[in-house]
C-alpha cells in the first residue's frame, strides 16, 4: 500500500500545537513553585535608611521580610545617623528612618520630614572602649586614653556621628576630653572607628557593644562607666515624603514586632 502522507500546513500546526502545551505546563509549574507573587516580582521596594551600626541586624531583618512578603523589596542605605538626616532633609527618597540618636529624629520631626505618630524607639545599645585582639594595647579603660600612652584614639565625629556623640559625652564626665581630642583620628561613621581598630592603626576606639561583637579583630577593653552618657536609643519613625504610607507602616511594625525584637536580641540590642 502506499504510505499516508501528512499535508505540511497541517504538519506544521500540529507540531505548534504540541510546543504550545508543553510550554504551557513548564510555565504553570515553574509559577507554582514560585508563588504568584515570587513569579510578577515585587510590587514595591522600600528604602530604608539605618544607622551605620544597624547593618547586620537590618539585613537579616530584611531577608526576613522578603521570604514573608515576596511582594514587598527593601533596600537599605546605610550610614551616620547624621549623615542619612541630611540626605532626607535635601529630599533623598526613604520611606523608613532609624537613627541611632533622637537628636537627629527630633530634627527631621521638628522640620516635618517624619510622620510623629510612627515615632518608636527601636532598640538599645552600650558604649565600649575596643582595642587590637592581636596585640596589648595601653589603653584599659576609658581613663587611660589620657595616659601618655595611648597615642591615637578613634572617635565617631560628633557632629553626625551619634557614637561620637556619647563618647564626647563620656569624656567630658571623666574630665578628659581636652586631653583625648589632642590624640583622637575621627571616623564618619561608627564603623570606620571600627576599622581603625582591626587594622592597628590606633591604640583604641569607641563604639558600641554590638559593633565589638562582629569583628574577631578587637577586643573589648572597658564599658563605659555608669551614668557617664545619655541612655543609646535607635528611635525608628515612617518618612512623611514616602509614597508608600501602607507598606512602610507594615515594615515598621514587622521591626518592632516579635520577630524584631528576637533578632535584635541575638544581635546584641536591648529592646524596649
Same mark, same amino acid.
Request: net charge positive; aromatic share 4%.
Given at each position: 500500500?502506499?504510505?499516508?502522507?501528512?499535508?505540511?500546513?497541517?504538519?506544521?500546526?500540529?507540531?505548534?500545537?504540541?510546543?504550545?502545551?508543553?510550554?504551557?505546563?513548564?510555565?504553570?509549574?515553574?509559577?507554582?513553585?514560585?508563588?504568584?507573587?515570587?513569579?510578577?516580582?515585587?510590587?514595591?521596594?522600600?528604602?530604608?535608611?539605618?544607622?551605620?551600626?544597624?547593618?547586620?541586624?537590618?539585613?537579616?531583618?530584611?531577608?526576613?521580610?522578603?521570604?514573608?512578603?515576596?511582594?514587598?523589596?527593601?533596600?537599605?542605605?546605610?550610614?551616620?545617623?547624621?549623615?542619612?538626616?541630611?540626605?532626607?532633609?535635601?529630599?533623598?527618597?526613604?520611606?523608613?528612618?532609624?537613627?541611632?540618636?533622637?537628636?537627629?529624629? !527630633? *530634627?527631621?520631626? @521638628?522640620?516635618?520630614?517624619?510622620?510623629?505618630?510612627? =515615632?518608636? $524607639? +527601636? &532598640?538599645?545599645? #552600650?558604649?565600649?572602649?575596643?582595642?587590637?585582639?592581636?596585640?596589648?594595647?595601653?589603653?584599659?579603660?576609658?581613663?587611660?586614653?589620657?595616659?601618655?600612652?595611648?597615642?591615637?584614639?578613634?572617635?565617631?565625629?560628633?557632629?553626625?556621628?551619634?557614637?561620637?556623640?556619647?563618647?564626647?559625652?563620656?569624656?567630658?564626665?571623666?574630665?578628659?576630653? !581636652? *586631653?583625648?581630642? @589632642?590624640?583622637?583620628?575621627?571616623?564618619?561613621?561608627? =564603623?570606620? $572607628? +571600627? &576599622?581603625?581598630? #582591626?587594622?592597628?592603626?590606633?591604640?583604641?576606639?569607641?563604639?558600641?557593644?554590638?559593633?565589638?561583637?562582629?569583628?574577631?579583630?578587637?577586643?573589648?577593653?572597658?564599658?563605659?562607666?555608669?551614668?557617664?552618657?545619655?541612655?543609646?536609643?535607635?528611635?525608628?519613625?515612617?518618612?512623611?515624603?514616602?509614597?508608600?504610607?501602607?507598606?512602610?507602616?507594615?515594615?515598621?511594625?514587622?521591626?518592632?514586632?516579635?520577630?524584631?525584637?528576637?533578632?535584635?536580641?541575638?544581635?546584641?540590642?536591648?529592646?524596649?
Amino acid at each position: 500500500m502506499p504510505s499516508r502522507l501528512l499535508h505540511p500546513r497541517r504538519s506544521l500546526r500540529s507540531w505548534l500545537a504540541v510546543a504550545l502545551a508543553i510550554a504551557a505546563v513548564v510555565l504553570t509549574g515553574a509559577c507554582r513553585d514560585r508563588g504568584p507573587e515570587r513569579a510578577r516580582g515585587p510590587r514595591v521596594t522600600l528604602t530604608v535608611s539605618a544607622a551605620a551600626s544597624l547593618r547586620e541586624v537590618v539585613t537579616e531583618l530584611d531577608s526576613v521580610y522578603r521570604a514573608e512578603h515576596p511582594e514587598i523589596a527593601v533596600r537599605a542605605n546605610f550610614g551616620a545617623s547624621g549623615a542619612l538626616r541630611q540626605q532626607l532633609e535635601q529630599g533623598a527618597p526613604a520611606d523608613v528612618f532609624i537613627s541611632a540618636s533622637d537628636r537627629h529624629m !527630633d *530634627a527631621l520631626q @521638628r522640620s516635618g520630614a517624619i510622620d510623629p505618630r510612627t =515615632r518608636r $524607639v +527601636l &532598640a538599645g545599645n #552600650e558604649l565600649v572602649l575596643v582595642v587590637p585582639a592581636s596585640s596589648p594595647s595601653p589603653a584599659t579603660d576609658f581613663r587611660s586614653l589620657a595616659g601618655p600612652g595611648v597615642k591615637r584614639v578613634a572617635i565617631g565625629a560628633a557632629a553626625s556621628v551619634p557614637a561620637g556623640e556619647y563618647a564626647d559625652e563620656v569624656l567630658r564626665a571623666l574630665g578628659i576630653a !581636652d *586631653a583625648v581630642r @589632642r590624640k583622637a583620628v575621627y571616623a564618619q561613621n561608627v =564603623r570606620q $572607628v +571600627l &576599622a581603625y581598630v #582591626e587594622s592597628g592603626n590606633v591604640d583604641a576606639g569607641i563604639v558600641y557593644r554590638t559593633d565589638a561583637a562582629v569583628s574577631p579583630k578587637v577586643r573589648v577593653a572597658a564599658a563605659a562607666p555608669a551614668g557617664s552618657h545619655r541612655p543609646i536609643t535607635y528611635p525608628l519613625a515612617v518618612v512623611k515624603s514616602t509614597a508608600h504610607r501602607a507598606d512602610a507602616t507594615a515594615y515598621a511594625a514587622f521591626l518592632l514586632g516579635p520577630r524584631g525584637r528576637e533578632v535584635l536580641a541575638r544581635h546584641g540590642f536591648t529592646t524596649p
